[in-house]
């Protein structure tokens, strides 16, 4: 089977990660004399984690989260909130001292 047959059979049976790794894997297994079986194996792995970061993927699209705000982004000006320290314990100074640190409200 030639490569292009192999890439068309990984595609029509969704195969993406498969696909997406192939040349490396066939390369890379030839470059270090790999038998077939650890290059199959790195194939299967590369799928794997491609099918797992998809479904990750689908899982945080839907659970519609908010989108990600860094502490730089926040807007103190507009809350009651103390910025000094919130960026100093953000800084995790207290950490040495073995301090704890209670949140309230």
Do not use: C, W
């Not at 490569?3 to 066939?26: I, N, P, S, Y």
């Not at 100093?88 to 209670?102: A, E, I, K, Q, Y």
């Amino acid at each position: 089977m030639q490569r292009h047959e192999m890439m068309t059979a990984m595609t029509e049976l969704g195969l993406k990660g498969m696909a997406g790794a192939f040349d490396e894997a066939v390369t890379t297994g030839l470059q270090r004399k790999r038998t077939t079986m650890e290059v199959l194996t790195d194939l299967l792995r590369a799928e794997a984690t491609h099918r797992h970061a998809a479904s990750v993927r689908y899982r945080m699209s839907a659970a519609r989260l908010p989108a990600v705000k860094d502490l730089d982004a926040f807007v103190f000006d507009d809350t009651p909130i103390n910025e000094g320290l919130v960026r100093s314990l953000h800084s995790g100074s207290f950490l040495p001292g073995r301090r704890n640190v209670v949140l309230v409200g």
